[in-house]
């Protein structure tokens, strides 16, 4: 029977659009609810039973009516799925309500309902939508349908009312975790129907799809606020329900613009006709169904089992109760049996058990109390217990106090005891019996629950199977139906691609499975016609008779091997006895065999293979090439630089690569000259030969004579510059240089060569004569200070009692100021030698050296100082006795400089810098500001006061000029109050 074709009718009202608006807002409430938490309930019978009759049943029952006579009319087997499906729905919400039964049975019956009425759901949007056969037998199939669907629905009732199904609902904890699984699974299906309904709606916009599927998406909410639920009535169970009510409401109306649309008591879903319908959608629900069912039955499997497991575990913890209440019962018997013991015989043996059941039972009252934490009338009796305890505790400690004090005990006091005992075991004979009813309730509800399970899975076996075997019937018949046609297509669509083949310019051919060509294409005979092959007789013909499998013939060996591993493959090679170049893509075909692509590729290769060569010689010329040689593009970046040109820069070729000059070379006037130069010849798209200026890595500046060059594309678009320079600074030193020699060199060369020779006789003897005067009044200054210093140590020994504290300070002022003077006289002298003398480079081993200055200078030693080398040190380019002055210097104001009571730590490490090794000498010390660096190394540059650290300032002044003496260079990082870290760089032995 064809099926009507829908009307669309698009609505363009606000109202319209904002439909959907209560499925996000009704989410947001239950999740905002079930994080709050509610334990108040709110039970009302009638407004539940008038709710639900209204909203769900008689809409239930308006939607099976209408989907009924719609299924009759059209014979849409989805309609007749999703009748049942609202039958279900309405039944289940009717027989929970007006049923007999509350609480419990209730919750059960409509959930299991809900979970039949959302997989019919689910089934019938899914037979709309992937298939809409007509049903032949309407009659007998809509009569059995609803007859099974009500049955269903009276079964459920009675299974409930016998007890058989499992709890669904416990008050305070929730639900089991059967009703979790059962309502997980309606939410899905529900949301997927809803899901689907609404993709169909977006395709073809209909106003019943629309309302039917957010309806759907309505309910599924409302089942995840039922699932979320701890407490039957509360705020979240009612908004669930308000959910699930206005959810019908949405489908009400989505039945009435059906009716409206139609024109018409009738519903019709859209879907595709039996023509639109190809052999592998038939072939994937042949698949998927019996899937679908299998994965169903496998999640009730696993819920049962959890459920079980559930069961069995309250059964464990009813008994562990029980244990824990008699243990609690025998403490409280020792503890009367003791106090009765010690009050009849005053001894003292007797309240050993009182005292240890006094000490244990707070502790086992608590241990009962966290396992009856989730039973209040259990924990109101417990807290009844502990008033009990309490009270008889107070009473024998009272009695054993009156026996301790040998006062008489009457028989009215031993009454008392006897009715507090008989209060504490009545206590405590309520939690056992209390628990033991649970016990047994627990213990008939797991094996009842096992024997459902066991009666389901046998039920499911025998149901499920014939079931199972009837859809495949049913689908295998069908596929049956359609195969012939499904035969005429695929001849159909491969007449086709013969077609496409054959116009293709590629070769293209076919071999099986045992490697014999079956087809050629027609520019595959073409190509074989030229040279001399007719490709219609290697029909049937092995492909190694016609090619042999040599490493020559790669295309071959690409091909044997998506033979045999089923891969494709890919091969250029050149095929000698044609003398040609091909390209072959090798694809393997269901039968076994291989479709092959095959390109003739020898011109291409020839200019590859010329490109490659002119490559080649270019890059050996810019690469040995002493000029600097690089290409940049449009906007500055550099895109190719050689080698000269890399080192001239300073940096590796990737750091170049893809950056303009100010981003290697700093925004200097020169770079921003160089890219300007780039600019201008890039506007005017010619060519220029230009000096320009630049200071390489190593910090010289040099002139280059640069030859650039537009660099365009084949239609003129401007792509960047093209650049060879050469380094001219020699020669144009020559030409300066040159140009003065001229200006000067006329009458002043004779007496140049003499004025030279005079003036350098003069100073090598007044050099001589003030290393002498240096000498001598270094000796004369040196010889006073040690005998001012001498006579104040002999008056400080000798007199020294006589003397008062002032004069004993003068004292010690005359011999330190001696003292200083004495060596800044040294150090001057030190500084004079370093400074006209010339020092003998010679290998010297660091390692060796730091070693020899430690053990020779006891305030370099431990415990004073904390020296770590690292190994190992390299040998050094430099003079011994200079490089002794060198580390001595710093290794002293390294230990010197610290703050009072800190113990200095220096470390000496070594790093590789090209030929030159850079020696660090760190400390703890006590650091200084940045703009001090550079002072210290000036001579008496001090900038700490010498009251705080004695010195000349001449130290690291000898350090600086003794290692620029041996082709060194020294420096410092430091940051005051972080310690500072001395460099000595010196040259390595080649």
């Known amino acids: 029977m064809t099926q009507r074709p829908s009307v669309s009718i698009t609505t363009k009202s606000s109202a319209a659009k904002l439909v959907w608006l209560p499925v996000p807002l009704l989410l947001l ?275 049962l089992v959890d459920y079980l497991l559930e069961s069995a575990r309250r059964v464990d913890h009813s008994q562990e109760v029980l244990a824990q209440i008699s243990q609690v019962e025998k403490l409280t018997v020792d503890m009367e049996t003791g106090i009765r013991g010690y009050r009849l015989t005053g001894e003292r043996a007797f309240l050993q058990p009182f ?124 596929l049956n139906a359609t195969y012939g046609s499904a035969l005429a297509t695929v001849e159909m669509e491969r007449e086709r691609l013969r077609e496409v083949l054959e116009s293709i310019t590629d070769g293209f051919h076919v071999v099986d499975a045992s490697g014999r060509f079956t087809y050629f294409n027609g520019a595959a005979k073409r190509m074989f016609v030229e040279q001399g092959v007719d490709a219609t007789a290697l029909i049937g013909q092995p492909v190694s008779g016609m090619f042999a499998a040599t490493p020559e013939t790669g295309h071959i060996l690409a091909l044997q091997r998506t033979l045999s591993d089923r891969v494709p493959t890919e091969a250029e090679n050149l095929y000698a006895p044609w003398q040609r170049w091909y390209a072959t893509r090798n694809y393997p075909t269901p039968e076994g065999g291989v479709a092959t692509f095959f390109q003739d590729i020898t011109e291409r290769k020839r200019v590859e293979v010329e490109l490659a060569r002119n490559a080649a010689i270019l890059r050996a ?47 200097t006037s020169e770079t921003r000259t160089i890219m300007e130069n780039d600019r201008k010849l890039m506007a005017c798209k010619g060519a220029e030969t230009v000096e320009e200026i630049f200071t390489g890595a190593d910090g010289i500046t040099r002139v280059y004579h640069s030859s650039k060059a537009c660099w365009c594309d084949q239609v003129g678009n401007v792509l960047g510059v093209v650049s060879i320079a050469r380094d001219i600074t020699k020669r144009k030193e020559a030409e300066a240089a040159l140009a003065r020699a001229t200006a000067e060199l006329q009458g002043l060369n004779q007496s140049l060569e003499a004025t030279v020779e005079q003036r350098t006789i003069e100073l090598r ?55 200083r003077m004495d060596r800044l ?90 030929p030159f090794v850079r020696v660090w000498v760190e400390d703890n010390g006590i650091g200084m500001e940045r703009i001090d660096q550079k002072r210290i190394f000036q001579l008496f540059g001090r900038i700490e006061r010498p009251e705080l650290y004695e010195g000349t300032g001449l130290g690291l002044s000898i350090v600086r000029k003794a290692t620029e003496k041996m082709g060194g260079k020294v420096g410092v990082e430091s940051e005051r109050g972080k310690g500072s870290r001395f460099w000595v760089e010196l040259p390595l032995p080649i």
């Open 355 to 478: 005292e240890h059941g006094e000490a244990a039972l707070p502790a086992q009252l608590s241990r009962l109390q966290n396992l009856v934490r989730d039973d209040s009338d259990q924990l109101r009796t417990l807290k009844a217990l502990r008033d009990a305890h309490r009270v008889w505790s107070e009473f024998a400690t009272n009695v054993r106090n009156r026996v301790e004090l040998k006062l008489p005990t009457d028989v009215a006091l031993h009454l008392r005891g006897k009715d507090l005992m008989d209060a504490l075991r009545a206590r405590i004979d309520g939690m056992q019996a209390h628990e033991q009813i649970r016990l047994a309730g627990r213990s008939r509800a797991l094996a009842r629950l096992r024997e459902i399970s066991f009666a389901g899975i046998l039920l499911g076996a025998f149901l499920v199977a014939p079931l199972l075997m009837a859809y495949l019937r049913h689908s295998l018949e069908r």
């Open 621 to 667: 010329i810019t690469e040995n090439s002493s000029d600097l040689v690089y290409v940049k593009d449009q906007a500055g970046r550099m895109l190719y630089a050689n080698p000269t040109a890399c080192r001239v820069i300073g940096k590796p070729y990737q750091e170049v690569l893809g950056k303009n000059e100010i981003e290697w070379g700093g925004d």
């Open 29 to 303: 409430a239950i999740l905002v609810l079930w994080q709050t938490g509610s334990s108040h309930s709110y039970e009302s019978a009638a407004v539940l039973l008038g709710l639900n009759l209204v909203f769900t049943s008689l809409v239930s029952f308006f939607i099976v009516i209408l989907a009924g006579w719609s299924f009759l009319k059209h014979g849409q087997g989805g309609l007749a799925m999703m009748g049942c499906a609202m039958l279900m729905w309405g039944g289940s919400a009717f027989a929970a309500t007006v049923g007999g039964h509350t609480g419990n049975y209730n919750i059960t019956i409509h959930n299991t309902g809900v979970l039949g009425s959302a997989l019919l759901h689910l089934g019938g949007v899914l037979w709309s939508l992937l298939g809409a056969t007509a049903v032949r037998s309407r009659h007998r199939s809509l009569l059995a349908a609803y007859l099974t669907a009500a049955c269903t629905v009276g079964l459920i009732w009675l299974l409930t009312a016998r007890g058989w199904l499992p709890f669904f609902f416990i008050q305070g904890e929730g639900g089991t975790p059967f009703r979790r699984l059962v309502l997980l699974i309606s939410m899905a299906a529900f949301a997927t129907a809803a899901a689907l309904l609404w993709s169909r709606h977006l395709q073809t916009p209909s106003p019943f799809l629309q309302w039917y599927s957010i309806g759907l998406g309505l309910v599924a909410i409302g089942a995840l606020g039922l699932l979320l639920q701890m407490v039957h009535g509360s705020v979240l169970g009612w908004t669930a329900r308000a959910a699930q009510y206005l959810g019908g409401v949405y489908i009400l109306i989505g039945a009435l613009t059906a009716i409206k649309q139609a024109g018409a008591w009738e519903l019709l879903l859209p879907g595709r006709s039996l023509e639109e319908v190809s052999f592998r959608q038939i072939l994937r629900r042949a698949t998927i169904w019996p899937a679908l069912v299998l994965l169903a039955l496998v999640l009730l499997l696993l819920g």
């Open 825 to 914: 006289i040294q150090d001057v002298l030190n500084y004079s030698k370093i400074v006209s003398g010339e020092l003998t480079l010679e290998k010297v081993p660091l390692q060796a050296l730091l070693r020899d200055i430690i053990e020779t200078y006891p305030n370099l030693q431990a415990p004073k100082v904390q020296i770590m080398i690292e190994d190992p040190l390299p040998a050094v380019v430099g003079n011994l006795a200079a490089l002794t002055q060198v580390f001595s210097n710093l290794l002293g104001n390294a230990a010197k400089f610290v703050a009072p009571g800190v113990v200095p730590e220096i470390k000496i490490r070594a790093e590789n810098q090209g």
């Open 765 to 819: 003897n007044a050099l001589s004569e003030l290393e002498g005067y240096s000498y001598s009044v270094a000796h004369d200054m040196r010889a006073p200070l040690r005998a001012m210093n001498g006579f104040a140590k002999l008056l400080e020994s000798d007199y020294g009692p006589q003397l008062d504290d002032t004069a004993r300070n003068y004292l010690h002022r005359i011999s330190s100021s001696s003292d």
